[in-house]
């Protein structure tokens, strides 16, 4: 059979979608109590949650067009114990797991070690999901009966977190993206993940994910697409190793 078409080149390297952090930092009434050796940038807790309202629809509210987002929300949380003074504090990492808006992958050489460059978007309704995020995590989690009493102090504060203007600012300030990003040649492979139009290529990464990312962290999703590309390598060996003529021995003498 003949190859597949190549898709249209302009569509190569779109879809590009990462997942976005915003950080805070708890400081507990505990005694700080840490090592020098344990304050690291290694998080003690990794855990994932959705912040949706439980009617499916945001309390962010409807974007630009008059939609209202639906739920599920998928973030993870990061922490990191540390110290601030003589109190234990915990570094946290908020991160939306699945932004709505995509950017494209440039290629910018034919060169192997130059770097392509990576466009990057989020939209309106991206920042207002990080911002109820936010919100989340400090009523749900930080305003929960065993843990309000043991908080000292909170960064960013009630103040900017109850202010959508000061909130949007502090997350425009504090947030990065989270170097996992994936889709940029989605619907370029076909279900065995062979790049289509060429021969003998595969491409078993983050870049063929459907729309950019799972809900969860994409670890896992990435080393299932490798496992299954090696499966079907190895098939395909084997039964082309079937279909070979045994070699033909010369007969000594």
Same mark, same amino acid.
């Given at each position: 059979?003949?190859?597949?078409? =190549?898709?249209?080149?302009?569509?190569?390297?779109?879809?590009?979608?990462?997942? $976005?952090?915003?950080?805070?930092?708890?400081?507990? #009434?505990?005694?700080?109590?840490?090592?020098?050796?344990? #304050?690291?940038?290694?998080? #003690?807790?990794?855990?994932?949650?959705?912040?949706?309202?439980?009617?499916?629809? %945001?309390?962010?509210?409807?974007?630009?067009?008059?939609?209202?987002?639906?739920?599920? &929300?998928?973030?993870?949380?990061?922490? $990191?114990?540390?110290?601030?003074?003589?109190?234990?504090?915990?570094?946290?990492?908020?991160?939306?797991?699945?932004?709505?808006?995509?950017?494209? $992958?440039?290629?910018?050489?034919?060169?192997?070690?130059?770097?392509?460059?990576?466009?990057?978007?989020? %939209?309106?309704?991206?920042?207002?999901?990080?911002?109820?995020?936010?919100?989340?995590?400090?009523?749900?989690?930080?305003?929960?009966?065993?843990?309000?009493?043991? =908080?000292?102090?909170?960064?960013?504060?009630?103040?900017? $977190?109850?202010?959508?203007?000061?909130?949007?600012?502090?997350?425009?300030?504090?947030?990065?993206?989270? &170097?996992?990003?994936?889709?940029?040649?989605?619907?370029?492979?076909?279900?065995?993940?062979?790049?289509?139009? &060429?021969? #003998? =290529?595969?491409?078993?990464?983050?870049?063929? &994910?459907?729309?950019?990312?799972?809900?969860?962290?994409?670890?896992? %999703?990435?080393?299932?697409?490798?496992?299954?590309?090696?499966?079907?390598?190895?098939?395909?060996?084997?039964?082309?190793?079937?279909?070979?003529? /045994? /070699?033909?021995?010369?007969?000594?003498?």
């Amino acid at each position: 059979a003949s190859p597949s078409p =190549v898709p249209h080149a302009s569509h190569i390297g779109e879809g590009l979608r990462d997942r $976005v952090a915003v950080f805070a930092t708890v400081v507990t #009434n505990f005694p700080c109590g840490i090592t020098a050796t344990k #304050n690291d940038d290694v998080p #003690n807790l990794f855990a994932f949650f959705n912040f949706s309202d439980s009617d499916g629809a %945001t309390a962010a509210g409807a974007d630009s067009g008059g939609r209202v987002a639906e739920g599920p &929300l998928d973030a993870e949380i990061n922490m $990191v114990e540390g110290c601030a003074e003589d109190l234990r504090s915990v570094s946290v990492r908020l991160i939306m797991q699945r932004t709505e808006g995509a950017g494209r $992958v440039h290629v910018v050489s034919p060169h192997p070690f130059v770097h392509p460059t990576a466009e990057l978007h989020a %939209t309106a309704n991206d920042l207002k999901r990080m911002m109820q995020m936010m919100r989340w995590f400090r009523d749900r989690v930080l305003g929960h009966s065993d843990v309000e009493g043991h =908080v000292y102090d909170f960064i960013p504060g009630d103040d900017i $977190v109850r202010s959508d203007e000061m909130l949007e600012a502090y997350i425009r300030s504090f947030s990065e993206w989270y &170097l996992h990003p994936s889709g940029s040649l989605s619907g370029s492979v076909d279900r065995r993940l062979r790049l289509r139009g &060429l021969e #003998n =290529v595969r491409v078993a990464d983050a870049s063929v &994910l459907p729309n950019g990312l799972p809900s969860g962290h994409p670890d896992v %999703t990435i080393r299932m697409l490798g496992n299954s590309a090696a499966q079907w390598l190895m098939e395909e060996h084997v039964a082309l190793s079937s279909a070979m003529p /045994p /070699p033909q021995h010369r007969a000594a003498g």
